[in-house]
């Protein structure tokens, strides 16, 4: 047999050398051993001898190592930023209702809020209150101050994709020119014409000069393709008012109607992935339309919303926890204490400088709150510059002296001039920070020994119409009321005698004749130093006169998530919609990022 071909078998026939096997073990032992003594017993000295550099290398090393730890962490904001996450809802509640959300009639605080996220403008305010560039990319006026030249960038278009263009800017200013229309904004617009010369040019003809002119041009801009083809008189029943298409940073999706009975509403905007200014970083928009400020506070606590606004701070602070950031932000408008100059007991101005000296502003401010800014003058801080008048200081007992001098003897609890008694009615809204400040102004009052009645009026019943009933016939005493200032000093809608009547704001009927001309000629002028010089003038004739009593400049009170990113501090507006101003931004996550070299 073949041994090759079946090595199995001899396999079979091998023996085994058991001592050769056990002489190699043997070898192998001894050369472990050896290598043992030499290279581990005979340098456990060695090992020993040097354990005290060893061990102070590794403490110096664990230094080294909690040092970068700590620079990282107290330094790391050096080379990192919070950044927004894209993406995701935020729902912010504010107060209602909402009737209409066609921007020609925005009334409410949430009716605007839409508004300002669903429309654009020529131009928008910025978070320190500066007019920028919105539509608008550039303007330009004539030697005479009268004709305004703007040009629109070419890359904006409506949600529905359409261009939009000067045609539609001139048909906007159509609408709110028509008195069929209706629009409050109207007023504003009745003397001045407008033509679109081309697609991106409209010129802007005024009846006079008007240094404020360029603050007009804030307006929503409305498409004239959706509704150019409905009759003025029926444009503010129109659908157009329940699904709006504009051109702004959100896109409209869908009104829902809550609860029927408390009138809560619901309205829900996508990002505008075409905006002309890029894509806003939150994907959806929500904005809560509650009945009161108690609705606001209970979605607040029980985290149904992201932020809320039109709220106390009292509530702000109520709800903050470890949940909310709680911001003030200060706006371009006053409350004040209107004086009804026709009343037969405010038409003496020794009561009404009596009223001044009794009314102890610091005390209404802290009871607003903290960081509420001062008001006394008839605009907000900031806009005047040089030596400001001085209002009447708070002196109780001087205020008493000025009724006594007048012949407003007290008789029994009260006070008389001849046969008619010291009686006054303060008339305001049912706001809950409002009434705070009626009744604390009428405690005060009470001390000269005038009888104080308060009037509120509940603005929320269907039947209540405030602007009808008490406003326009100016059915009060006087009036605790919030006064829009605006981003310019021009006041003469609130002030100069012309506005006096129904369908004006002059809500004093005060009649000046050199307040009347120092007004005229303020806003006719364009150089800044002679508008403050005259401003100067007229708020010094203000001051003696008292047609109001400025009691502190208004703040929105913002209550916001504290992981999302939106208001911010330091942050200033015009108008409460305003706190927009930076919406592009907004987000409801944020992650740190490191910054790129």
């Given at each position: 047999?073949?041994?090759?071909?079946?090595?199995?078998?001899?396999?079979?026939?091998?023996?085994?050398?058991?001592?050769?096997?056990?002489?190699?073990?043997?070898?192998?032992?001894?050369?472990?051993?050896?290598?043992?003594?030499?290279?581990?017993?005979?340098?456990?000295?060695?090992?020993?001898?040097?354990?005290?550099?060893?061990?102070?290398?590794?403490?110096?090393?664990?230094?080294?190592?909690?040092?970068?730890?700590?620079?990282?962490?107290?330094?790391?904001?050096?080379?990192?930023?919070?950044?927004?996450?894209?993406?995701?809802?935020?729902?912010?509640?504010?107060?209602?209702?909402?009737?209409?959300?066609?921007?020609?009639?925005?009334?409410?605080?949430?009716?605007?809020?839409?508004?300002?996220?669903?429309?654009?403008?020529?131009?928008?305010?910025?978070?320190?209150?500066?007019?920028?560039?919105?539509?608008?990319?550039?303007?330009?006026?004539?030697?005479?101050?009268?004709?305004?030249?703007?040009?629109?960038?070419?890359?904006?278009?409506?949600?529905?994709?359409?261009?939009?263009?000067?045609?539609?800017?001139?048909?906007?200013?159509?609408?709110?020119?028509?008195?069929?229309?209706?629009?409050?904004?109207?007023?504003?617009?009745?003397?001045?014409?407008?033509?679109?010369?081309?697609?991106?040019?409209?010129?802007?003809?005024?009846?006079?000069?008007?240094a404020a002119f360029q603050h007009a041009l804030t307006f929503p801009v409305l498409p004239k393709h959706i509704l150019g083809t409905i009759p003025p008189a029926a444009v503010r029943e129109n659908a157009f008012g329940n699904t709006p298409l504009g051109s702004g940073p959100f896109k409209f999706k869908l009104l829902q109607l809550v609860d029927t009975i408390r009138n809560h509403k619901v309205i829900h905007l996508v990002a505008n992935d075409a905006y002309y200014k890029g894509q806003p970083k939150l994907s959806r928009f929500e904005v809560y339309a509650y009945q009161n400020q108690n609705d606001i506070v209970k979605a607040l606590k029980a985290g149904e919303i992201t932020a809320g606004t039109d709220i106390t701070l009292a509530d702000g602070l109520a709800v903050r926890g470890d949940s909310y950031n709680i911001r003030q932000v200060p706006v371009n408008s006053g409350e004040y204490l209107i004086l009804n100059m026709s009343n037969p007991v405010l038409s003496d101005a020794a009561v009404r400088r009596a009223l001044a000296m009794a009314t102890d502003t610091k005390s209404i401010q802290q009871l607003v709150?903290?960081?509420?800014?001062?008001?006394?003058?008839?605009?907000?801080?900031?806009?005047?510059?040089?030596?400001?008048?001085?209002?009447?200081?708070?002196?109780?007992?001087?205020?008493?002296?000025?009724?006594?001098?007048?012949?407003?003897?007290?008789?029994?609890?009260?006070?008389?001039?001849?046969?008619?008694?010291?009686?006054?009615?303060?008339?305001?809204?049912?706001?809950?920070?409002?009434?705070?400040?009626?009744?604390?102004?009428?405690?005060?009052?009470?001390?000269?020994?005038?009888?104080?009645?308060?009037?509120?009026?509940?603005?929320?019943?269907?039947?209540?119409?405030?602007?009808?009933?008490?406003?326009?016939?100016?059915?009060?005493?006087?009036?605790?009321?919030?006064?829009?200032?605006?981003?310019?000093?021009?006041?003469?809608?609130?002030?100069?005698?012309?506005?006096?009547?129904?369908?004006?704001?002059?809500?004093?009927?005060?009649?000046?004749?050199?307040?009347?001309?120092?007004?005229?000629?303020?806003?006719?002028?364009?150089?800044?130093?002679?508008?403050?010089?005259?401003?100067?003038?007229?708020?010094?004739?203000?001051?003696?006169?008292?047609?109001?009593?400025?009691?502190?400049?208004?703040?929105?009170?913002?209550?916001?998530?504290?992981?999302?990113?939106?208001?911010?501090?330091?942050?200033?507006?015009?108008?409460?919609?305003?706190?927009?101003?930076?919406?592009?931004?907004?987000?409801?996550?944020?992650?740190?990022?490191?910054?790129?070299?």
């Amino acid at each position: 047999m073949n041994n090759e071909k079946y090595p199995w078998d001899s396999f079979q026939k091998l023996t085994v050398d058991r001592k050769r096997i056990e002489r190699s073990i043997k070898r192998a032992e001894t050369v472990t051993m050896r290598h043992t003594r030499k290279f581990i017993s005979m340098r456990l000295d060695s090992i020993r001898d040097a354990q005290v550099p060893i061990i102070g290398w590794l403490f110096t090393v664990g230094l080294i190592l909690a040092g970068i730890t700590v620079q990282t962490v107290l330094y790391s904001k050096n080379y990192s930023i919070t950044a927004a996450e894209v993406g995701g809802t935020y729902s912010e509640g504010m107060l209602g209702p909402i009737n209409t959300l066609n921007p020609l009639y925005a009334t409410t605080n949430a009716e605007s809020s839409v508004a300002r996220l669903v429309f654009s403008s020529l131009y928008s305010y910025d978070g320190t209150g500066h007019l920028t560039n919105d539509l608008a990319e550039s303007i330009a006026t004539d030697p005479t101050g009268r004709f305004y030249t703007v040009r629109l960038r070419n890359n904006a278009q409506w949600h529905d994709g359409k261009a939009l263009t000067a045609q539609d800017v001139a048909f906007t200013i159509s609408l709110i020119k028509n008195p069929v229309v209706r629009s409050p904004l109207r007023v504003n617009w009745r003397d001045v014409n407008v033509r679109a010369v081309d697609d991106t040019t409209i010129v802007f003809e005024l009846p006079a000069m008007y240094a404020a002119f360029q603050h007009a041009l804030t307006f929503p801009v409305l498409p004239k393709h959706i509704l150019g083809t409905i009759p003025p008189a029926a444009v503010r029943e129109n659908a157009f008012g329940n699904t709006p298409l504009g051109s702004g940073p959100f896109k409209f999706k869908l009104l829902q109607l809550v609860d029927t009975i408390r009138n809560h509403k619901v309205i829900h905007l996508v990002a505008n992935d075409a905006y002309y200014k890029g894509q806003p970083k939150l994907s959806r928009f929500e904005v809560y339309a509650y009945q009161n400020q108690n609705d606001i506070v209970k979605a607040l606590k029980a985290g149904e919303i992201t932020a809320g606004t039109d709220i106390t701070l009292a509530d702000g602070l109520a709800v903050r926890g470890d949940s909310y950031n709680i911001r003030q932000v200060p706006v371009n408008s006053g409350e004040y204490l209107i004086l009804n100059m026709s009343n037969p007991v405010l038409s003496d101005a020794a009561v009404r400088r009596a009223l001044a000296m009794a009314t102890d502003t610091k005390s209404i401010q802290q009871l607003v709150g903290t960081n509420v800014p001062a008001l006394s003058l008839p605009f907000v801080n900031g806009q005047l510059t040089g030596n400001l008048p001085s209002s009447h200081p708070y002196d109780l007992a001087r205020a008493n002296a000025t009724l006594d001098a007048a012949g407003w003897i007290i008789d029994g609890t009260g006070r008389k001039k001849g046969e008619q008694p010291l009686a006054l009615k303060i008339t305001t809204t049912n706001d809950a920070q409002v009434v705070l400040v009626a009744r604390k102004v009428a405690d005060q009052w009470k001390r000269l020994n005038i009888d104080v009645q308060l009037n509120i009026i509940d603005t929320t019943q269907p039947n209540s119409n405030f602007v009808q009933t008490i406003l326009q016939p100016r059915n009060y005493d006087v009036l605790l009321y919030e006064l829009q200032i605006g981003a310019d000093p021009d006041v003469y809608a609130y002030w100069h005698s012309s506005q006096i009547g129904m369908n004006g704001y002059n809500f004093s009927n005060y009649s000046d004749k050199t307040v009347d001309a120092t007004l005229v000629s303020a806003r006719s002028r364009l150089e800044a130093d002679l508008r403050n010089a005259k401003y100067l003038t007229f708020a010094a004739q203000w001051l003696s006169d008292v047609p109001a009593i400025g009691l502190y400049q208004q703040t929105i009170t913002y209550a916001s998530n504290i992981r999302a990113h939106s208001v911010y501090d330091g942050q200033s507006a015009v108008t409460k919609s305003d706190r927009y101003s930076n919406v592009l931004y907004w987000s409801v996550e944020s992650r740190s990022i490191y910054k790129t070299p």
